[in-house]
T-cell receptor, first 116, second 115 residues
Framework: GAGVSQTPSNKVTEKGKYVELRCDPI?????LYWYRQSLGQGPEFLIY????????DSGLPNDRFFAVRPEGSVSTLKIQRTERGDSAVYLC??????????????FGNGTRLTVT | KNQVEQSPQSLIILEGKNCTLQ??????????LRWYKQDTGRGPVSLTI?????NTKSNGRYTATLDADTKQSSLHITASQLSDSASYIC??????????????FGTGTRLLVSP
């Protein structure tokens, strides 16, 4: 069955470059989340979309990070002027509805970003 | 300080044995508590979701318990299998001030089931 798809699965980039990470949620899921996970840590919240709008972007670490979801389905996480500290696995999750109390989150397998 | 603390940090058990993983949280107000299993290189997969009014929930060989008074949860794995080797992450839902249900993740317990 079609789960949450993230591309690319791996991305290596040089410090200072711009990257885009893509997330295809499960069809019909209105809620979409981006998380960042460093080695040995749990996922850290970045941003939450309900439909096309960012309902909560309080987790974005600084203004180099930006995310869009123009048509309410696919989302792109954009990182400008990448730094070595941005290296992590970026996880996307979608949910049938949000912010419901028991809405299950379905995660993709993540994009492993390495900034050299 | 992380609002969701898990113990032990890592655990090795023999195949067929049972084990219990612990989660203590300070998140408040609290809506629900979830346990996720994360295989290496994969995204987390939901095992259980419990509201504050539920004490226990099972999913096959996985049984989660919740004590909302003491803010503690446990995940019990019965008759472990090699495929249970993974990280198990406790996640607590923080309602916050906006009503948006923000999930607070623990750092996980890394379980290794040895043959």
């Amino acid at each position: 069955g079609a789960g949450v798809s993230q591309t690319p699965s791996n991305k290596v980039t040089e410090k200072g470059k711009y990257v885009e990470l893509r997330c295809d949620p499960i069809s019909g899921h209105t809620a979409l989340y981006w998380y960042r996970q460093s080695l040995g840590q749990g996922p850290e919240f970045l941003i939450y979309f309900q439909g096309t709008g960012a309902a909560d972007d309080s987790g974005l670490p600084n203004d180099r990070f930006f995310a869009v979801r123009p048509e309410g389905s696919v989302s792109t996480l954009k990182i400008q002027r990448t730094e070595r500290g941005d290296s992590a696995v970026y996880l996307c999750a979608s949910s049938p509805a949000g912010p419901g109390y028991n809405s299950p989150l379905h995660f993709g397998n993540g994009t492993r970003l390495t900034v050299t | 300080k992380n609002q969701v603390e898990q113990s032990p940090q890592s655990l090795i058990i023999l195949e067929g044995k049972n084990c219990t993983l612990q989660c203590n949280y300070t998140v408040s107000p609290f809506s629900n508590l979830r346990w996720y299993k994360q295989d290496t290189g994969r995204g987390p997969v939901s095992l259980t979701i419990m509201t504050f009014s539920e004490n226990t929930k099972s999913n096959g060989r996985y049984t989660a318990t919740l004590d909302a008074d003491t803010k503690q949860s446990s995940l019990h794995i019965t008759a472990s299998q090699l495929s249970d080797s993974a990280s198990y992450i406790c996640v607590v839902s923080d309602m916050g001030s906006t009503g948006f249900q923000k999930l607070v993740f623990g750092t996980g317990t890394r379980l290794l089931v040895s043959p």
